[in-house]
């Protein structure tokens, strides 16, 4: 497997590939990869013929007061998983391959990207969905694997993949969890051993909204209720947001009908963890 750091580069191989008649298939990361990442490269390794996986800490999705410069990496650890998990090629540039000095061009997003996590990172998506147009532009991929972790962004990648044409099946890969429940990210580095015990009331209220779903209630308020009081609970728990949305469009529901996503956003000390699940139709 190859760590490959131009644009160039990963253009050349995947040339070569295609020339073959081989089925690529990406799956775009941060890097800092856990389990969660390990799963998608896993389902991209049965699905086609060459993996890329990319490992970028993009700037441009990060707000200024964010964890740009903190957020984790190490490469040779992902080298490593990347391998034992079957890929073929990770795509690790630096911001100025990515980004050049005088880069302006964005694709932004209205509806979707407002709502949930768009209300406290309103810039957040459009760095996500440029820099993953340009990774699609780049790659070329006939796939790409995304985890059901980050619904919003799911549902937004989708949504550009529909409205600008890509010719890209997105698949998306369910959350991998600790053995308590929560669920794996690259943030949860950041707790502390006191935060990690408290974390996994995330996962913990999430189970109590599902349990009331599954014995009939149809109102997203009582749903909605009943996840923040268990949230509540938990003293090192500030809760950004619990929703009950349309999957698709990301829209608040009041009645619980077609798909459905709960997702909620908890700091846990200074620690903004993300978790959700899907009520399919
Ligand atoms: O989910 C992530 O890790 C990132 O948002 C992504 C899709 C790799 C874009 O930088």
Redesign the pocket.
């Known amino acids: 497997m190859k760590v490959v750091k131009t644009i160039a580069e990963v253009r050349e191989q995947v040339k070569a590939w295609k020339a073959e008649g081989l089925r690529v298939g990406l799956v775009?990361?941060?890097g800092f990869l856990h389990e969660g990442h390990q799963s998608l490269i896993i389902k991209a390794v049965e699905e086609n013929d060459r993996v890329v996986v990319?490992d970028?800490v993009?700037p441009t999705?990060f707000g200024p007061k964010e964890d740009l410069a903190s957020y984790p990496r190490d490469i040779e650890h992902d080298a490593k998983l990347c391998e034992e998990a079957g890929a073929d090629l990770i795509f690790h540039p630096e911001p100025e391959e990515m980004y050049a000095q005088d880069y302006c061009t964005f694709v932004d997003m209205d509806g979707l990207t407002k709502g949930l996590c768009g209300k406290t990172r309103p810039t957040h998506f459009r760095?996500?969905c440029s820099?993953?147009a340009k990774l699609f532009n780049i790659v070329t991929p006939d796939s790409a694997y995304?985890?059901q972790k980050?619904a919003q962004?799911l549902a937004v990648?989708r949504r550009m993949v529909r409205d600008l044409n890509f010719d890209i099946r997105i698949v998306a890969c369910p959350i991998i969890r600790e053995e308590d429940g929560l669920a794996k990210s690259s943030r949860n580095t950041y707790l502390n051993t006191e935060e990690r015990a408290a974390a996994v009331v995330l996962s913990r209220a999430l189970n109590k909204g599902k349990a009331l779903i599954e014995s009939g209630e149809q109102s997203a308020a009582k749903v909605k209720d009943v996840i923040m009081e268990e949230l509540c609970k938990e003293p090192l728990a500030r809760v950004d947001y619990v929703e009950v949305v349309d999957a698709d469009s990301i829209e608040p529901i009041k009645e619980l009908k077609g798909n459905v996503l709960v997702a909620i956003a908890v700091y846990i000390g200074k620690t903004r963890l993300i978790d959700n699940f899907i009520v399919e139709e």
Do not use: A, R
């Open positions: 775009p990361t941060m990319s970028f993009n999705q760095g996500v820099v993953v995304f985890g980050d962004q990648i």
